[in-house]
């Protein structure tokens, strides 16, 4: 089951609200949600549910016996524990998403010849495999005390809005919540705005900018002229900027829904003026995971500074897929964080901010296309054609007629990638008067989003998010 559909949005959702309203306790209200949450997963992955209890299962059991240890200062009998999870969680991963990708990379070796094993990537094994990870890991180093009861820590993992494509939620952020929540009425209208504006971006932006990626990727890029490849790439970055980020809008606005205050995931990551601000705008969950967790491990004994970053950048790559594309992906964005501080942030603000723009977007562009491309040989060719080394054409009618049918959708992906909603809010925060007329046009406004992206929606055969495949 996936957020932008109608099952989802007029029968999933309506019920799982109107059963938790009606439900007595906080107990009860997390029951609920566990119960709904678990039948969200099973919608798509009968099979894999299992998988999915079977982790919590461990996981809290390891959990107990880290927060155990702890307490009577065993502090290798913890490590112990955090070791066996840490093997468990990380092979788990290994198997389903990374033992097909092994096993062929293995095969390129002379007289190997090892079986491909064919495993279905479970829905959001990612995502919530990290989510325990960050649990375990704070567990360890004393942030947080162990959760004592299986069914919060079940909620905590499985809960639906987050399950199967992020943002990766810390335990600290919402321990308390998971013990002691409201739904306040402002929570209630902040989360369906959120909600329907998610929506909004996945089913009326990404999903007709993708029409046009795969009008001009899909095929042989060979034929693609300069300005079309430039054309494409472009709207492929914010094709994935929509996907994504409306999937973290509706998961955020789902959780005020039920009293949860979900980190942001997503902060305008084109504005950015440089690489590393880019990366502290965008996916930021996954960001600072990484960051928190990966970037000051000892290598060889020792905490290195620039062999830890490109540790994390080599991680993040391989963690968006079992393909080497993603991996010089993460790298390649890795080496420009690296020339920024080796630069420096002081003389980076020195430089133009007008070359600063321009130099971050080509890097970001060239580097979804990197992320596009799994093939060596289209993504060999999508570089030559960004230079015109193709030996076609700068531009050409295919190019120009798709832009000018394209120019509201264009123009309006553009718009929305600024802070129009956070300025409106701030607006009517400043101006008291002003609230009445923003709140009824935001109440306008949100209807007829919910109502162009049902309409979208009824012809719409197959809905996923792509990050759903990571």
Same mark, same amino acid.
């Given at each position: ?24 306790s906080l107990r009860v209200k997390n029951a609920v949600l566990i119960l709904f949450s678990l ?15 079977? *982790?919590?299962? +461990? ?36 198997? /389903? ?6 096993? !062929? ?71 308390? !919540?998971?013990?002691?929540? =409201? ?15 998610? @929506? ?42 929509? &996907?994504?980020? %409306? ?13 949860? =205050?979900? &980190? ?29 967790? #990966? ?12 062999? %830890? ?76 054609? #960004?230079?015109? @080394?193709? %030996? ?39 101006? *008291? ?11 306008? #406004?949100?209807? +007829?989003? #919910?109502? +162009?992206?049902?309409? @979208?929606? +009824? ?5 996923? /998010? ?5």
């Amino acid at each position: 089951m996936v957020f932008s559909s109608l099952i989802f949005l007029y029968l999933f959702l309506p019920v799982c609200l109107l059963c938790y309203g009606l439900s007595p306790s906080l107990r009860v209200k997390n029951a609920v949600l566990i119960l709904f949450s678990l039948v969200f997963y099973a919608w798509g992955e009968p099979f894999y549910i299992f998988l999915l209890l079977g *982790s919590v299962m +461990v996981n809290y059991r390891l959990g107990l016996g880290i927060g155990k240890a702890r307490d009577i200062e065993k502090h290798k009998l913890a490590t112990v524990f955090f070791t066996v999870s840490l093997i468990f969680n990380i092979g788990l991963l290994g198997v /389903f998403k990374y033992s097909g990708f092994i096993v !062929e990379n293995l095969n390129l070796i002379p007289h190997v010849s090892l079986p491909v094993p064919k495993l279905t990537l479970p829905i959001g094994i990612s995502f919530y495999t990290f989510q325990i990870l960050s649990y375990i890991i704070d567990l360890y180093w004393g942030n947080v005390e162990r959760q004592r009861n299986p069914f919060r820590f079940l909620l905590y993992i499985s809960m639906f809005p987050q399950l199967v494509a992020g943002p990766i939620v810390r335990y600290s952020a919402i321990e308390q !919540e998971i013990r002691e929540r =409201h739904v306040t009425l402002n929570d209630f209208s902040n989360g369906i705005t959120r909600l329907i504006l998610g @929506l909004a971006k996945k089913v009326i932006l990404a999903n007709h900018l993708s029409t046009i990626v795969e009008a001009f990727f899909g095929g042989d890029v060979a034929n693609l002229t300069v300005l079309g490849t430039w054309y494409a790439v472009i709207v492929y970055a914010m094709q994935i900027y929509f &996907d994504f980020s %409306g999937y973290s809008d509706m998961a955020i606005g789902m959780g005020y829904l039920f009293g949860f =205050h979900f &980190d942001e995931n997503f902060k305008h990551p084109f504005l950015c003026r440089d690489i590393s601000e880019f990366w502290q705008r965008w996916h930021i969950s996954l960001g600072t995971f990484f960051r928190d967790y #990966l970037l000051y491990v000892p290598i060889f004994g020792k905490r290195r500074k620039y062999g %830890g970053l490109f540790l994390v950048w080599f991680c993040t790559g391989l963690w968006h897929g079992a393909s080497w594309n993603f991996v010089i992906w993460g790298l390649y964005f890795g080496l420009f964080i690296f020339i920024e501080q080796l630069i420096g942030k002081k003389r980076i603000k020195k430089i133009p901010l007008v070359i600063r723009h321009i130099y971050s977007k080509l890097i970001i562009f060239i580097g979804f296309g990197i992320f596009y491309f799994e093939d060596f040989g289209r993504l060999l060719q999508f570089f030559k054609n #960004l230079v015109g @080394l193709n %030996g076609n054409k700068l531009s050409d009618s295919f190019t120009l007629l798709s832009m000018q049918n394209n120019c509201w959708l264009l123009l309006a992906a553009v718009i929305c990638c600024f802070p129009v909603y956070d300025g409106i809010q701030k607006i009517k925060l400043r101006h *008291s008067g002003a609230g009445v007329a923003i709140g009824s046009a935001q109440i306008v #406004l949100n209807v +007829v989003l #919910l109502l +162009v992206s049902s309409i @979208l929606l +009824v012809d719409a055969t197959n809905n996923p /998010f792509l990050y759903f495949r990571f």
